[in-house]
């Protein structure tokens, strides 16, 4: 797949050594077609003086920390393309207008290997029944097979010719080689039998007879070898590619956060422009229910603002004239007047970006099985071929015959099932999955799940629900809750305040009945609301709002007002007619399945650990109701990458479950990303599991489904290669004919299907 145009620069700094500055740049590669690339190209990089290199064949790219009096960028990029690859130099931050055409690009991105793909299958279907079912084998039907398996081999397989070919330039050998080699010896030789051995005349058929003999091969082809060998592992790298594309989308989900558009104040008019035109010191205007255009302060009007994405806090903020505001925020009450204090790259939400981009660039791409087996079993194989060759020939048996047996072995080592092995377990596996609310994005997910000892839990909206909801409601003496509950629900219900609509909407639920109309309604700013109710007058809000107004709370009501604080939960107190009445409280309610699912958790040998920005008690109460012993509280988005950091430096493998963009850099740290589905586009795209229940309990199903598909796909490989190992001797023996080659293939393949199928049966919660 060709690398998009490279990433920016970044600061440089004075190198410590005095031996010029240390600067880092990130680089586009292009060329890569699987993990062992990327090693190669880290391994050269890391070799020239003063360069320190990660490359990740997921986002294919390289971060590169070099000394620029020894090193340039361009020498940077000469070492890659002597390695075999392409770079490209920093590009210039692109314009918006420029930005539109990504989408366009992006879907044209795949379209080469989905044609390949096509292609592959259209043709290589009817070759394989022709091969395999002898009803099929009409006069000439040969001459058929080689006219359709010869597109085949030569425009479907080019990457793997192409790739096999930079691999073999520098020494190295991958499943690729594996495939090159083993479809290209099929079609040639199948290409010599029908040309110049028996297998062209008139009646020729592929019987079934699974005898051990020995021949001259000229009338053998393996046709359908060459074309069903590329249309599988072809379908495999599609799979591996779609996952792959959606490696930058957590970026650009960060990024679609924010405002489009701003209402600036400029000469006393409101005037709509780009938040990408907004400079430092604009005043903008932010009405109810509208994002905040770029961190600022607030010069006029007081409001909420629900922070819940960017910090996790379940409890919207007040804010008033002089406090600072986070762009991509949603102000949740009043008007409020902004000035821009951090525009573009210094906002929040883009160092945010940057944070997931620096975690998704720091993770180890995960190597893949095939790969490492490949890198052995390619030059034993061809070793072995060639040994065969000189063997035969200098015992006195004929060219041919020789011949026959030496790509004998290159054919039989290459193994049909080993492109099932892969995508066939992987669909099985994220097909169930998909039923059961799981999306597993790729293969190299599955690496991550068998490691993993420690799971890091957001708090809110994935063990809680990341809702106020109304939690208790304690009366005076002489007061019913129904009173309460109806007084103050229909003061509520007229308010835009979070708190006050979860006060709302519990007390409809509670009573079962309609809210009255309040005769009319003053808000206090910061403080709560003020009115009259079926001729009552009554306030609700802050216990210093009664206070202010000459009221005390009864003993009763204080008792329950400083347990509500222990507790980390919202009190807000009720009064009419000029008496205090109740405190109800009000919380980040923690989802009903979020204790058995930290027990199951427990249960696959995982050590929970709650991570929250809300504050301490909130955390606390939390864990200490769904059975967490370690909390970290009121963590900073940014601190919370420092927090999986430090687990993973003190030897951990983490996994981390959240659903806000605050948790999006640390899902992308993290070893495992578990995103809740019902969270944000940023958490989800950073995350490498979805769950898209949002039931906590399918982070346990995740992984164990995980660790299921990866066992299955291990089996599967072992068996792949297995079957073709064991063969080996025939062929190079010279005692393998088409027919034990066939179905060595087959029932390879079937074993492979079959395994994989056997992930169907996988059932949530067992």
Not at 480 to 489: C, F
């Amino acid at each position: 797949m060709s690398a998009q145009t490279a990433a920016t620069t970044g600061p440089t700094t004075p190198d410590a050594t005095g031996a010029g500055v240390a600067a880092e740049v990130e680089l586009a590669i292009g060329g890569m077609t699987c993990a062992s690339c990327a090693a190669r190209i880290e391994k050269k990089l890391n070799r020239m003086d003063g360069v320190t290199a990660t490359v990740n064949y997921a986002t294919e790219k390289a971060r590169v920390s070099y000394r620029d009096a020894d090193v340039s960028v361009q020498d940077l990029i000469a070492t890659v393309e002597r390695t075999g690859y392409t770079a490209h130099e920093p590009a210039p931050p692109a314009r918006a207008e420029d930005a539109s055409a990504a989408p366009a690009e992006e879907a044209d991105e795949l379209r080469p290997l989905r044609q390949r793909l096509v292609t592959a299958v259209v043709l290589a279907v009817p070759v394989i029944a022709m091969a395999m079912i002898p009803a099929l084998q009409f006069d000439y039907w040969q001459w058929l097979s080689l006219t359709l398996t010869a597109p085949v081999v030569t425009y479907a397989a080019w990457p793997f010719h192409r790739a096999a070919w930079t691999n073999a330039r520098h020494g190295a050998a991958t499943m690729d080689t594996l495939i090159s080699v083993g479809t290209s010896a099929a079609f040639l030789w199948s290409v010599w039998a029908l040309f110049f051995g028996t297998a062209g005349m008139t009646g020729m058929t592929h019987p079934f007879e699974l005898t051990i003999g020995r021949g001259d091969g000229a009338g053998n082809i393996y046709l359908e070898a060459a074309a069903g060998v590329t249309a599988f592992i072809l379908a495999g790298r599609w799979f591996e590619a779609r996952s792959k594309r959606k490696a930058g989308a957590a970026l650009k989900a960060l990024l679609e956060l924010g405002a489009k558009e701003v209402t600036v104040l400029r000469g006393g008019r409101e005037v709509t422009v780009d938040t990408a035109d907004l400079r430092v010191g604009d005043r903008f205007l932010v009405r109810p229910g509208e994002k905040i255009a770029t961190d600022g302060v607030v010069v006029e009007g007081s409001s909420a603002v629900d922070a819940s994405m960017l910090t996790g806090e379940s409890v919207p903020v007040e804010v008033a004239a002089g406090d600072a505001v986070t762009g991509a925020t949603l102000n949740a009450g009043g008007r409020l007047v902004v000035e821009a204090t951090r525009i573009g790259a210094d906002t929040q939400l883009a160092r945010m970006a940057k944070l997931v981009e620096d975690a998704q660039n720091g993770k180890a791409a995960a190597q893949r099985l095939a790969d490492r087996i490949s890198a052995v079993f390619v030059p034993v194989v061809i070793v072995l071929a060639l040994g065969t060759l000189v063997f035969w020939l200098s015992n006195g048996a004929g060219l041919t015959a020789a011949f026959t047996a030496a790509v004998a072995v290159l054919i039989i080592a290459c193994p049909c099932a080993l492109g099932l092995a892969t995508p066939t377990a992987l669909m099985v596996g994220t097909g169930r999955g998909a039923q059961l609310g799981i999306l597993i994005k790729g293969p190299e997910v599955l690496e991550s799940t068998r490691r993993v000892d420690t799971i890091v839990l957001d708090k809110t909206g994935t063990v809680t629900t990341g809702r106020m909801t109304l939690q208790a409601v304690h009366t005076a003496p002489g007061t019913t809750e129904a009173d309460v509950l109806r007084l103050a629900g229909a003061l509520e219900h007229a308010s835009e305040h979070p708190i006050a609509q979860a006060v709302a909407t519990g007390a409809t639920d509670r009573t079962g009945a309609p809210l009255p109309t309040p005769q009319d309604f003053t808000n206090i700013p910061g403080l709560g609301v003020r009115g009259t109710v079926e001729d009552h007058a009554v306030l609700v809000g802050r216990p210093r709002l009664l206070t202010d107004t000459g009221m005390n709370l009864p003993d009763t009501l204080t008792v329950a007002l400083t347990q509500a604080a222990t507790q980390g939960r919202t009190a807000i107190a009720v009064a009419w007619d000029g008496e205090a009445r109740a405190v109800l409280e009000v919380a980040d309610a923690v989802k009903d399945t979020s204790a058995e699912a930290i027990g199951r958790l427990r249960g696959l040998g995982l050590t929970p650990i709650l991570l929250t920005g809300d504050n301490r008690a909130v955390a606390e109460a939390v864990a200490a109701e769904v059975g967490i012993d370690q909390v970290y509280a009121e963590v900073m988005p940014q601190d919370k990458v420092d927090v999986v950091k430090r687990l993973q430096a003190e030897g951990r493998s983490v996994a981390m479950v959240g659903d806000g963009v605050n948790d999006a850099a640390a899902l992308a740290q993290a070893d495992l990303g578990l995103a809740m589905g019902t969270g944000t586009d940023a958490a989800i795209e950073a995350g490498d599991l979805t769950l898209v229940r949002g039931d906590l309990r399918a982070a346990a199903d995740a992984i164990r489904l995980a660790r299921r598909t990866l066992g299955t796909i291990r089996t599967n490989l072992f068996w792949a290669f297995a079957y073709n190992v064991a063969a080996l001797p025939l062929a190079a023996a010279g005692l393998l004919n088409p027919m034990i080659a066939g179905a060595a293939m087959a029932f390879s393949s079937v074993f492979v299907v079959g395994n994989s199928l056997r992930l169907r049966g996988f059932r949530a919660g067992v």
